[in-house]
């Protein structure tokens, strides 16, 4: 392989020195001389270099000076400083400040100088050779997370409806609805109690739309860290912060084009509040590190499952960021509000699953119909498709799916009296309660995956346990 030949420019105020140089250098590098700082920056204006040697001490600008401005202009190039001073401390802060890469004390030796010069160069060959492979290795990762993303897209296309499965008026007046706005940029609040399939709404919103064929992006704005939701939503160029080895996309910059689905947006801590409502209302970003906004162009899809005009009036979210998130809102009802819904769905979910785990079953009896469609379902759609699954599980191949392999809080029930005599609030909360305590016994008392079996959040769980005063 042929070596490249570097290329060096010498700069000294003194003729002999710089001939002297030229001599030491000019049989295996192409060599250019400067007598001065001002001839170097011209020289450098219109020619590329890969090492620079200067001499410290010139009437006009110093070396140091010289190369400090260099530094950002020319940041791969060779910086090398040549003195007969006592400037050690001087020299020493450079090169640790970047300003230069070596200094030489006069009077040198040929050899040992031109040692010195091929040795730098070979690290800073180096240097370059793992950035540009750093970079490649950026845009690779950029790469995976954006089709991880587009995959698991696929993968849900292929495993969930691509319709909104109901039998309820209620549900087919919402979709109704929808269809008014698909077809536009507005954004869109979806309301609603965890787990009556506010995400599958929002990705209804997105397939109806035409961006359905861009990226369609959900984020859950409690789940990721304070520290980092700066970084996670409008990106970071390398060097921002610790840690920030190299530039990252954020969530608005990978949606653009495409569909951002902001999920429990009443969850979002107040910094990214400010920010989101920057973005809605200018249509632009500023990444972490950057000092000029990048325009973006995502549509936004919200969701929440508290009540927003409640946490604005606790000045727990932002009155202006609400205006411009409620633009267009759906409420979603509680599954035991539409139960015309709960028979498609539970079919849907028992072919899903029996696929899924390839169990073929008998369906479900008369008895589990009826049961399933009495019983509340407080924790909505979630809770009737991990039930229906936990049925196939139980299922004996080709048998139908009696009531006794229904959850024991389903079963008991129906046994006991429908409601008591309270109002349908506390019959709610008992029966909550009821299905927590009967989770967490199921689970020998373990937290996450009661919460997981739930479809909550661990912290959800943790504050309903504090209030049912379970706290250890």
């Known amino acids: 392989m042929t070596r490249k030949k570097y290329s060096l420019l010498l700069v000294d105020d003194e003729l002999a020195n710089l001939q ?84 030489i004390t006069k009077p040198w030796e040929p050899d040992d100088l031109r040692l010195v010069v091929h040795d730098a160069l070979e690290k800073m ?45 209620e549900m087919e007046n919402i979709l109704h609805l929808l269809r008014r706005v698909t077809g536009t940029g507005t954004t869109v609040l979806i309301q609603g109690e ?3 399939g506010k995400e599958l709404i929002a990705r209804f919103i997105h397939g109806e739309s035409n961006r359905r064929d861009q990226i369609f992006i959900p984020v859950n704005c409690g789940a990721i860290p304070r520290e980092l939701v700066e970084s996670e939503f409008f990106g970071h160029s390398r060097g921002a912060f610790t840690g920030a080895t190299q530039e990252k996309k954020g969530f608005f910059e990978m949606a653009d084009g495409g569909t951002l689905f902001l999920d429990e947006i009443g969850e979002a801590p107040p910094e990214l509040q400010v920010k989101l409502l920057r973005v809605i209302q200018e249509g632009e970003i500023m990444p972490v590190g950057y ?30 960021l609400f205006f411009r998130i409620n633009v267009f809102s759906v409420t979603i009802p509680p599954l035991r509000e539409r139960r015309k819904d709960i028979p498609p769905l539970a079919e849907f979910f028992l072919q899903q699953f029996s696929r899924k785990l390839n169990r073929r079953t008998g369906g479900f009896s008369d008895e589990t119909r009826e049961l399933m469609l009495e019983y509340s379902w407080p924790g909505n759609v979630r809770e009737l498709q991990n039930e229906v699954e936990r049925l196939v599980l139980l299922s004996e191949p080709g ?46 008392q373990n937290r996450s995956r009661t919460a997981r079996a739930l479809g909550i959040s661990r912290q959800s769980l943790l504050e309903k346990l504090r209030r049912m005063g379970i706290n250890d």
């Open 20 to 103: 002297k140089l030229r001599r030491t250098f000019m049989e295996q590098y192409s060599v250019h001389s400067a007598q001065s700082a001002a001839e170097a920056l011209e020289i450098l204006g219109r020619v590329a270099v890969d090492a620079i040697i200067t001499d410290q001490r010139m009437p006009d600008m110093t070396g140091l000076e010289l190369l400090e401005t260099l530094q950002k202009s020319h940041p791969n190039l060779v910086r090398i400083v040549l003195t007969g001073f006592a400037e050690v401390s001087d020299l020493i802060a450079a090169i640790n400040t970047g300003k230069v890469h070596k200094y």
């Open 125 to 169: 060959e180096l240097i370059i050779e793992n950035e540009r492979l750093a970079a490649e290795l950026k845009l690779a990762n950029e790469r995976l997370r954006t089709e991880n993303i587009i995959l698991r897209q696929e993968v849900e296309q292929q495993v969930f409806s691509k319709s909104i499965i109901h039998g309820s008026p």
């Open 194 to 196: 965890t787990g009556t």
């Open 291 to 320: 000092n000029q906004p990048r325009k973006v162009d995502v549509r936004i899809i919200a969701s929440t499952n508290r009540d927003l005009k409640a946490e604005v009036q606790a000045n727990r979210f932002r009155q202006d």
């Open 399 to 444: 048998r139908a799916i009696g009531p006794e392999l229904l959850s024991d809080h389903i079963r008991q029930r129906h046994r006991s009296s429908p409601v008591s005599d309270g109002d349908l609030k506390t019959a709610v909360r008992e029966l909550e309660e009821e299905m927590i305590r009967e989770t967490l016994t199921r689970f020998g």
